[in-house]
T-cell receptor
Framework: DQQVKQNSPSLSVQEGRISILNCDYT??????FLWYKKYPAEGPTFLIS?????DKNEDGRFTVFLNKSAKHLSLHIVPSQPGDSAVYFCAASGSDMRFGAGTRLTVKP | DGGITQSPKYLFRKEGQNVTLSCEQNLNHDAMYWYRQDPGQGLRLIYY???????QKGDIAEGYSVSREKKESFPLTVTSAQKNPTAFYLC??????????????FGSGTQLSVL
């Protein structure tokens, strides 16, 4: 039972352009959402989060948008840089924390 | 440097053998977690512990066992009862339970394979 879904296993964008990573969830009890970034052979590291009382949270080049009615969140990276190439996990927290399968982002120079 | 350390990086298990994965943190975190990652799937929770000498089963605890004798350490044993142990195992810690809306800090993982 996948309560958190990242339907795009991979995404490729050009350096300088916007990267948009999407995440859908099914459990309306989730009220806190996080994005983690993972490089090969390393553990995931926290990137940005958003509470369900907000619809947007910004941190430098990274912005997370939350659409509660659609049970959808997205991560925008502007401008994208080659160093952003990694796997991005979406996570949702309520009584426990659930993770999506991840999206591999490749930023081409 | 504060952090969370997993060892070994790679581990091989023979049929019928129990193996133990190590996880140590010096972040003074109360909560620790074990996740399993399979290709194309999200991280699935195996066990978690919010305090020393206490731990709870996650979604896929069968075939695994843990202990939490010290705040800093949360070892995971993959027993012979786990029929499909090949996966990437991630340990994480947090200041408090995830219900308190704290981010998790992850180790670099252990890749377990069956010989």
């Amino acid at each position: 039972d996948q309560q958190v879904k990242q339907n795009s296993p991979s995404l490729s964008v050009q350096e300088g352009r916007i990267s948009i990573l999407n995440c859908d969830y099914t459990n309306s009890m989730f009220d806190y959402f996080l994005w983690y970034k993972k490089y090969p052979a390393e553990g995931p590291t926290f990137l940005i989060s958003i509470s369900s009382i907000k619809d947007k949270n910004e941190d430098g080049r990274f912005t997370v948008f939350l659409n509660k009615s659609a049970k959808h969140l997205s991560l925008h990276i502007v401008p994208s840089q080659p160093g952003d190439s990694a796997v991005y996990f979406c996570a949702a927290s309520g009584s426990d924390m659930r993770f999506g399968a991840g999206t591999r982002l490749t930023v081409k120079p | 440097d504060g952090g969370i350390t997993q060892s070994p990086k790679y581990l091989f298990r023979k049929e019928g053998q129990n193996v133990t994965l190590s996880c140590e943190q010096n972040l003074n975190h109360d909560a620790m977690y074990w996740y399993r990652q399979d290709p194309g799937q999200g991280l699935r929770l195996i066990y978690y512990s919010q305090i020393v000498n206490d731990f709870q089963k996650g979604d896929i605890a069968e075939g695994y066992s843990v202990s939490r004798e010290k705040k800093e350490s949360f070892p995971l044993t993959v027993t012979s009862a786990q029929k499909n142990p090949t996966a990437f195992y991630l340990c994480a810690s947090g200041a408090v339970s995830w219900t308190e809306r704290e981010k998790l800090f992850f180790g670099s993982g252990t890749q377990l394979s069956v010989l």
